[in-house]
């Protein structure tokens, strides 16, 4: 597997044996591991560190990774999550999907099946900056509505009576705080986090 500085993956199992395997198996091939006994925990983590991919099992004390998904994908709308079921588990697996995880996988874990799928949303799924970042400011919100409507910087600094430069650094903090390296990626973002639709525009106040 060749992997890049950045791939970094949260991996989650109350399990320690399952954690160290994981762990060790993904260290290997030169992928960055945090791994976390609960839910909570990684919640707690991923509110101030990048992740690239987020794996969590489903049948946890606590939070189970149902519950997991759902919350991280609320506060990282663009980031991937591979679940872990319980063999033959099928009406979990589509559970997840319909709450957003992009793949799942049964245990027991498969190693090469295991890296293959880690290596596919590894490269799938890898922003400039990940993580959740902080919230857009209003001038924000507004410039990005400006930018979904497809408006230049000039266009944008006409309309909001700012000088070109002023655009360009809050448009460079937009990027950072979306994770987004170039524009397609920004309007991915965006729609994710549904301050837009693919059918047209939509503005945060609309």
């Keep these: 597997m060749q992997n890049r500085a950045l791939d970094r993956v949260f991996f989650v199992d ?8 994981v762990r060790k198996t993904l260290e290997r091939v030169g992928v960055d591991v945090a791994c976390f006994a609960c839910a909570d925990d ?12 987020l794996i969590t099992d489903v049948k946890m004390a606590g939070k189970d990774g149902i519950e997991l998904l759902k919350i991280a994908r609320e506060r990282v709308p663009w980031l991937r999550v591979l679940v872990v079921t319980g063999f033959g ?23 090469e099946v295991f890296l293959q799928t880690v290596q596919t949303l590894l490269t799938q799924n890898h922003p400039a900056v990940s993580g959740p970042g902080p919230a857009l ?3 924000e919100m507004r410039i990005l509505q400006l930018i979904l409507e497809g408006k230049n910087n000039r266009e944008i600094s006409s309309a ?9 650094v809050h448009r460079s903090h937009i990027m950072h705080k979306l ?12 729609a994710m986090m549904g ?10 106040d609309t």
């Design 42 to 53: 990684c919640l707690a983590c991923l509110d101030s560190a990048p992740c690239d991919l």
């Design 14 to 21: 109350d399990e320690p044996q399952v954690r160290t395997a």
């Design 160 to 168: 909001l009576h700012r000088s070109a430069r002023t655009i360009e």
């Design 89 to 111: 588990d099928v009406p979990m697996a589509v559970k997840a999907l319909k709450l957003g995880a992009a793949d799942f996988i049964e245990k027991p874990l498969d190693r």
């Design 137 to 139: 400011t209003k001038t």
């Design 195 to 204: 301050l837009f639709d693919m059918n047209g525009p939509a503005g945060p």
């Design 179 to 190: 994770g987004a390296s170039n524009i397609v990626e920004l309007l991915r973002r965006a």
